[in-house]
Structures are given as C-alpha cells and as structure tokens.
C-alpha cells in the first residue's frame, strides 16, 4: 500500500502554480497498479481517493497513520465503484458481487473491507472514495439500473450525457460522501458546461473509458482565473470548493463524480455564466 498526501491550496496561491505544480497539488495518477491498494488523502474535505487492483489473492484496505483510527471505517464512509471485470467486495461479514459499473456504499464501523477480482483474465478494478463520517447507516450495493438516471445537453452543443445517481440521497442514506456516473454520448466531448462551483462543497472526478491516445482537459481554478488539466485514462482530480470544473474531450469519455462537504444537495451550486469566465 502507498499513501500520498495531499495539502489544501488557497486559491491566490494557485493562480501562480505552474503546470508541475497544478498535476502534483490536484491530479491523482497511478491509482490502479496491479496487486496494490493506492491512496492519496487530500486535506481538501479530508478526501482519501484511492484504487485497488486485486490480481490472484485478496487485498486488504489498510488503516494508514494519517486516519488516526485502528480501522478504515472507523470514523470513515465509502464509496467504491468497479470499473474493471466481475468484483467481489467484503466488508465486515458481508459479500458484495460488483459487475462492471456497479457501486457499493460502505458505512461507518462496517468492518475491514477486502477486495478480489472473480475472472483472472479480466481483474476488477475498484476505485475509492471516502469522506469522515459522523452516524452509521446501512452499506448499500447499488447496481448501475438501480441508479437514478437522466439525460442532458444537445449534440448541438456537443454535450449530450447520461448521468447516473448512485451514492445520492434518492438511492441510499449516507452522512456526506455523494457519488455517481456520467457518460457522454458518442460524438459528444463537454461536460458541466457552462460551469459552475460548489462554495460548500468540494469534488473529485476520476475520468475514464478513454483510449490511450485520447485526453480530457479538465478545466479548473477561480472563473476569472481559469486553469486546466490534461487527464489521461483512470486518472482523478481533486477540485476545491473555489473552482470551476469542467472538461472537455478529444472525444467520448465516462467519468465518476463524488462530492463531500456542509451537505448532500446535489442540486446545490453557484452558477458561472460564460461571460464570467477568463
């Protein structure tokens, strides 16, 4: 297990990172190396964004010394999505099968959590998401047709997307941690545009479904003090609460939103209009 972390960065200092600096501060790369359980805990919301690719035995998520706590769960819940092959999740006394796509929420004090891939030849690959929590509720799979879905954006615009709600308090009961999926049609390259920020909350994507020549440019950083990203596959981003966040492709992508913060209103955001954007 490797742990990286992750400090908060106030925006006046950002306006001046260079390009080394915005990818060491904000971009999580190498989540998914075979056998290992990768983290990065971000002070930003307290995040702890991690990948485990269990390849032949099982792998344990481990309790690193930046939590404080003897287990993961202990004050922690968790999201995890696999977005490889047929997964198998353990937490506590419970087995959980993940096809590809499906969820699972893990609540506080659920027990140790394991991971293990069910097809050798195509391994599954669970990508983490965790916020403090502060009550235990129940740990919930959620399959991808159980999600709660809706189409947006025009291929006009080049932004027609499917998002899935997954982690959402339509779906299942958490503290603060919510989570889905959003899929962009063929053709289509935008997402979250125009942009937006959330001042209570942050967010991390985890782009994906990219081909190895295929780039996504994340957009970030104050409206009036725009930044970017160049993501490659399975690589996330941690967006504060101050910036922006969007992308757009060399084409098609699927990405995993997940949010922490004050509340769990997806619906609450400040809106930037095009004509604020510098």
Not at 10 to 34: I, N, Q, W, Y
Not at 159 to 183: A, E, S, Y
């Amino acid at each position: 297990m490797t742990i990286d972390i992750r400090q908060a960065s106030h925006p006046d200092a950002v306006r001046h990172f260079t390009t080394v600096e915005l990818r060491r501060h904000f971009l999580v790369e190498g989540l998914f190396s075979p056998g290992e359980v990768n983290l990065t805990y971000s002070h930003i919301e307290r995040f702890v964004i991690g990948g485990a690719a269990p390849v032949g035995a099982p792998l344990s998520l481990p309790a690193p010394r930046s939590l404080g706590t003897a287990t993961f769960l202990a004050r922690r819940e968790l999201g995890i999505f696999n977005i490889g092959g047929p997964g198998l999740v353990r937490v506590g006394a419970r087995r959980f099968e993940l096809a590809h796509r499906d969820a699972l929420y893990a609540a506080m004090g659920a027990g140790e959590v394991t991971f293990e891939s069910q097809d050798g030849g195509e391994p599954a690959r669970f990508y983490l998401l965790s916020t403090p929590a502060h009550t235990a509720y129940d740990t919930v799979q959620v399959r991808l047709a159980e999600a709660k879905s809706m189409v947006l954006g025009d291929q006009a615009t080049a932004n027609r997307r499917t998002i899935f709600q997954m982690l959402h308090p339509d779906v299942c009961t958490t503290c603060q941690l919510v989570m889905g999926m959003t899929k962009l049609d063929e053709g289509s390259i935008w997402n979250t545009m125009p942009a937006h920020v959330h001042d209570r909350r942050s967010e991390v994507y985890l782009y994906f479904d990219l081909k190895e020549d295929s780039r996504v440019f994340h957009m970030m950083g104050e409206p009036a003090e725009t930044r970017h990203l160049v993501i490659a596959n399975e690589q996330a981003v941690i967006s504060p609460n101050w910036s922006i966040h969007s992308g757009v492709g060399t084409r098609a992508y699927t990405f995993i939103w997940g949010m922490g913060g004050d509340n769990i209103d997806y619906t609450d955001m400040d809106p930037v209009t095009m004509d604020m954007l510098r």
